[in-house]
């Protein structure tokens, strides 16, 4: 185990679903033109996209559907996904050659790993983190994502004035989120007011997860907050 980089505490479990045919074409198609594979070094960004445009990173993208039309709307963006669960991987890569979607890349690991050893400081414009498992047993909160030393990390690879974007549909750990990113000497939060929680900025697709949510009367939380200039 590397010193540099200790055993981390998993924010996720390995549910191996089965994979569709589709999604298993996908996969097999798809994969060497938009997956990019486990290997070492840091990544090369404007090789991989072949332009210089700004790098959106979303950190555990589910079944993709909201990343893919992230990138079908802002096509002068570019967009890496990482998600663990294959299935998930299948279907994006699915969505990617249904739309042509060049300014997507699709990475099938752990997130952490990756932004440790192979995102290169100050290379990302924007992270965002939708819907992460709330782990809601108190006992389990130690595995919940967004912790201080995560977001320590997230910080040194935005660019300065970059935005790191959280999304929840639990309270609890909305409010332990905006405890976490107050407490930072990196960020600010986007709200003109000072407070934690944003409206849904139109970029953000509603999940239909999501929507079901809201039918029910169940809130949802936005955190959008910039990257400080003068940040260490």
């Given at each position: 185990?590397?010193?540099n ?17 589709g ?19 840091w ?48 279907h ?13 890349r ?8 990756i932004?440790?050893q ?11 983190i ?37 999304a929840?549909?639990?309270q609890d ?5 905006a405890e976490?990113?107050?407490?930072s ?40 907050y ?7």
């Amino acid at each position: 185990m590397d010193a540099n980089h200790p055993r981390q505490i998993k924010s996720f479990v390995l549910r191996q679903g089965r994979l569709t045919k589709g999604q298993e074409l996908a996969l097999a198609t798809a994969w060497p033109q938009y997956g990019i594979a486990e290997g070492q070094g840091w990544l090369d960004f404007a090789a991989i996209f072949g332009n210089a445009a700004p790098v959106s990173l979303e950190i555990g993208f589910g079944n993709g559907e909201s990343l893919a039309q992230m990138a079908r709307t802002a096509p002068e963006r570019n967009f890496l996904g990482i998600e663990v669960h294959t299935p998930g991987v299948g279907h994006l890569l699915h969505l990617v050659q249904k739309y042509q979607l060049e300014n997507l890349r699709v990475m099938n690991t752990d997130a952490v790993e990756i932004i440790q050893q192979r995102i290169p400081t100050g290379s990302l414009n924007r992270i965002q983190i939708y819907f992460p498992d709330p782990w809601h047993k108190k006992r389990h909160h130690k595995r919940r994502i967004i912790q201080a030393a995560f977001v320590s990390l997230l910080a040194t690879r935005l660019q300065a004035g970059g935005l790191l974007h959280l999304a929840t549909d639990w309270q609890d750990y909305a409010q332990a989120m905006a405890e976490v990113l107050d407490a930072s000497p990196d960020f600010c939060t986007m709200n003109p007011s000072g407070e934690p929680f944003s409206p849904r900025p139109e970029f953000r697709p509603l999940t239909k997860f999501e929507q079901r949510g809201l039918r029910l009367g169940h809130g949802v939380w936005d955190l959008l907050y910039c990257k400080q200039e003068l940040s260490h």
